[in-house]
């Protein structure tokens, strides 16, 4: 293992009615769920034979037997107020660990692939901050080799404004942008994926 790379897996449990709500209001929490467990199942795939350090926090309750196996894959909880403050707290404690090039990632970006994260940790060797544009305007990959706790703050998270005000902090930053990839919110995001287009309900 490359220790001095720590990959941050960002996961909400899989409970009904508490995932992809957004998603749940056109096909149902039962259908919502089952989406979210093939997107997890996804990033599992994707990042399960990365050569660094991955750690999963859950954002409710840590669960010992579930797809995420160790000694693959480090187990933590969320701990903060809101989503910015979270992020915060597992860069924090990546860093005190001792990491020099730390990675987040969420669950839920059916696009994502193993080349991203190795162009996010090669790329960590030369600039100080990679982000992965999101379409709706946030980002599904941040990393960083520092700890900038001013760019968790005062954010509208999950709104279009997120990415934007968070690159104005990032102005005095070497910043590398990988590719724009697109997240699973809304029903509208599955129809563009074969292999979700299979969970619409028509």
Known sequence: MNTKNALIIFIR?????????????SVGDETALNIYRFLLDKTKEVTQHLPCDKIVFYSEEIINKDIWDTPIYQKKLQDGADLGAKMNHAFESCFKNNYKNVVLIGSDVFDLKESHLEEAFEQLEKKNVVMGPALDGGYYLLGLKKEHPEIFINKNWGTSTVRKNTMKHLEKENVHLLPMLNDIDVIEDLKHHPALSKFLPF
């Open 13 to 25: 449990n899989p409970i009904l009615g508490k995932v992809k709500t957004r998603l749940a209001k």
